[in-house]
C-alpha cells in the first residue's frame, strides 16, 4: 500500500520532528515562556493518548467507509472517469480542502471549539504543538473523515499518502 514500512515511517516522522525541535531551539522566532521539553513531553503525551484513541476506531470507520464506498461505486472521484494519477492528485487537494472546512468548523462551532480550544492553549507553539489535539475533537473528527473520504470517492493508498 506505501512505499515504507511502518517502523520506517515512524523512523522518518521522529527524525523530522527531532530536526524542527532542534532548529526551533537552535533559531527561536521568540522568547519561550515555559520549559521547552516538559512542555514537549506534555505535548507528545497529549499526543500518545489521542494516537491510541484514534487507533482503535479510524481503521474500521475511515477504512471501512472507503471499502463501503468502493463496493457501491460511491463518491465523486468514481463517477467521473479519469486517469487514476489525476484522481489521485485531485483526492488529495479534496482531501485537504475538506479538511480545512472540518478546522474552519473547529473554530466556528461552540461544541467543538471547546475541544480544539486545547491544541490553541499551548503557549509557546512549536512543533509538538501539531501533537496537541484532544481526544474528544480527534474522536469527533472520525465521522467526518468517513464522509469525507465516501463522498470524494479516494482510494486507500492515497488516504494513506
Do not use: C
Not at 479534496?94 to 490553541?120: C, E, K, M, Q, S
Amino acid at each position: 500500500m506505501t512505499a515504507f514500512s511502518t517502523p520506517v515511517r515512524l523512523a522518518l516522522g521522529a527524525t523530522v520532528f527531532t530536526a524542527l525541535v532542534l532548529a526551533e531551539r537552535a533559531w527561536p522566532l521568540r522568547r519561550a515562556t515555559q520549559w521547552k521539553w516538559r512542555r514537549v513531553f506534555i505535548n507528545l503525551a497529549i499526543g500518545a493518548l489521542g494516537g491510541a484513541a484514534l487507533a482503535l476506531v479510524y481503521g474500521p470507520v475511515v477504512l471501512g467507509s472507503v471499502e463501503r464506498a468502493r463496493g457501491v461505486e460511491f463518491g465523486l472521484l468514481r463517477w467521473i472517469p479519469l486517469p487514476g494519477w489525476l484522481a489521485a492528485a485531485l483526492a488529495v487537494i479534496l482531501l485537504d480542502y475538506t479538511l480545512w472546512i472540518w478546522h474552519w468548523l473547529n473554530h466556528r462551532v461552540p461544541l467543538l471549539w471547546r475541544f480544539h480550544a486545547a491544541h490553541h492553549a499551548d503557549l509557546d507553539v512549536d512543533a509538538s504543538t501539531a501533537f496537541r489535539f484532544h481526544i474528544g475533537e480527534l474522536l469527533l473528527s472520525v465521522p467526518f473523515r468517513a464522509l469525507q473520504v465516501a463522498f470524494i470517492g479516494v482510494e486507500v493508498p492515497v488516504l494513506l499518502f
